[in-house]
């Protein structure tokens, strides 16, 4: 066989784009899942769909498989005692099940070439927490399911800016003490 400079070429443009998108699978792509929370000091157990049993206990969270469409969860206190059953719909790809039905907040950090945050934050409404307002209008959230969020409890926001041409803004959700030591930290007011 003849050493053919096309073919090589063909063959290493192959191999670099193979490894582009396993680069990009195993380190870049943002994984989607769902979530169960539980951010208080007790333990629960739940079954969703009429499942195997799960437990959860202070302050864990657990990664749970859930289908498009109606669900349905039964939650158990520590005395395997039936709290509620309940359904829920899931229509997108990552969401967070609140069975202790405690407070979360969703918040909105924006991005972009020249952008003043705090004259933004001024801007936009602000929410009362414990009595004392906070600026960016970020959400209360205490029902049962939410994915009204791009980022996840267990997650943080990007380190890094993809699109400085123009202003982005991404929402991650927040147990309620956790947003408050986001915001002490990272607003400095």
């Known amino acids: 066989m003849k050493n053919n400079p096309s073919l090589k070429g063909l063959a290493i443009a192959v191999v670099v784009f193979m490894m582009a998108f396993g680069i990009y699978f195993f380190f870049l792509a943002k994984k989607n899942y769902y979530l169960v929370d539980n951010p208080t000091p007790n333990t629960y157990y739940y079954k969703i769909n009429n499942g195997s049993e799960g437990i959860i206990s202070a302050g864990q969270f657990v990664h749970v498989d859930l289908k498009q469409g109606k669900n349905a969860i039964k939650v158990f206190d520590?005395?395997?005692?039936?709290?509620?059953?309940?359904?829920?719909?899931?229509?997108?790809?990552?969401?967070?099940?609140?069975?202790?039905?405690?407070?979360?907040?969703?918040?909105?950090?924006?991005y972009g070439y020249n952008l003043?945050?705090?004259?933004?934050?001024?801007?936009?409404?602000?929410?009362?927490?414990?009595?004392k307002p906070y600026f960016g209008?970020?959400?209360?959230?205490?029902?049962l399911y939410t994915e009204d969020f791009y980022y996840n409890v267990d997650e943080d926001y990007d380190k890094m800016i993809k699109n400085i041409q123009q202003v982005e803004s991404r929402s991650k959700i927040f147990r309620k003490q956790d947003f408050l030591n986001y915001y002490k930290e990272y607003y400095k007011f």
Do not use: C, M, W
């Open 116 to 131: 003043k945050k705090d004259s933004l934050l001024l801007a936009l409404d602000k929410t009362v927490i414990d009595g």
């Open 137 to 143: 209008a970020p959400k209360r959230f205490n029902k």
């Open 78 to 110: 520590q005395n395997k005692k039936l709290l509620y059953d309940s359904a829920f719909e899931v229509n997108k790809i990552r969401g967070l099940l609140n069975i202790a039905h405690q407070d979360y907040y969703v918040n909105r950090q924006y």
